[in-house]
């Protein structure tokens, strides 16, 4: 089993910046792919980022250049660097960790850029 506890969410200008994190809780988060995905009104939920247990980094192309994906598997977190925001970043983020068919989800944090 996997905790995940996201902060950093909040209300920031079109162009500002934003970081989220995520703490996990649980054995092994080593060897978790750890990802951030994101869901807006009406929309599917999609992904954003996601960090391969070797730190392999894969993004969304809509935030290809604007957005870090990091991990600190010492203190089980994982980070996620938004610079040059937009409208269309506004949604709810999840943390999301995977391993052999296991996955898990945090409780989300808003996002929303707006003037």
């Known amino acids: 089993q996997v905790q995940l506890v996201e902060s950093g969410g909040g209300l920031v200008q079109p162009g500002g910046s934003l970081r989220l994190s995520c703490a996990a809780s649980?054995?092994?988060?080593?060897?978790?792919?750890m990802g951030w995905y994101r869901q807006a009104p009406g929309k599917q939920r999609e992904l954003v980022a996601d960090?391969?247990?070797?730190?392999?980094?894969n993004y969304a192309d809509s935030v290809q250049g604007r957005f870090t994906i990091s991990r600190d598997n010492a203190k089980n977190t994982v980070s996620l660097q938004m610079n040059s925001l937009k409208p269309e970043d506004t949604a709810v983020y999840y943390c999301?960790?995977?391993?052999?068919?296991?996955?898990?989800w945090g409780q989300g944090t808003q996002v929303t850029v707006s003037s």
């Open positions: 999301n960790a995977y391993w052999a068919a296991r996955r898990y």
């Open positions: 960090i391969s247990a070797g730190g392999s980094t």
């Open positions: 649980g054995s092994r988060f080593s060897i978790y792919t």
